[in-house]
Nanobody, 126 residues
Framework: QVQLVESGGGLVQAGGSLRLSCAAS????????MGWFRQAPGKEREFVAA????????YYAVSVKGRFTISRDNAKNTVYLQMNSLKPEDTAIYYC???????????????????WGQGTQVTVSS
């Protein structure tokens, strides 16, 4: 059974930084593309970033490019999201997700990811 557990969320002032972690169970973690999504109150869940199974390729939403960095450590079955220069509009619940399809390119739709964590709250105050 696959489990994804996020951690690292919290309250931070605008301009600050947070690092989210997502620990995965499952022996095939290293073959999954991993993604981060977020959902603000009253809004749809939106794509934030994704990383290829080897970590050599990444893809970001325009809204976070240059501020957020996704990375992974396959030896630890963990994916990270380093968030810098945070803005109040980054406030949301952040979810990690796994795509085991081995598709070419990155999926950015929530229904293209099979496994999800429970989410971690990130609140950015102005």
């Amino acid at each position: 059974q696959v489990q994804l557990v996020e951690s690292g969320g919290g309250l931070v002032q605008a301009g600050g930084s947070l690092r989210l972690s997502c620990a995965a169970s499952g022996r095939t973690f290293s073959s999954w593309t991993m993604g981060w999504f977020r959902q603000a109150p009253g809004k749809e869940r939106e794509f934030v970033a994704a990383i290829s199974w080897r970590g050599g390729s990444t893809y970001y939403a325009v809204s976070v490019k240059g501020r957020f960095t996704i990375s992974r450590d396959n030896a630890k079955n963990t994916v990270y999201l380093q968030m810098n220069s945070l803005k109040p509009e980054d406030t949301a619940i952040y979810y990690c997700a796994a795509d085991s399809s081995k598709r070419v390119g990155f999926a950015t739709g929530r229904y293209e990811y099979e496994y999800w964590g429970q989410g971690t709250q990130v609140t950015v105050s102005s």
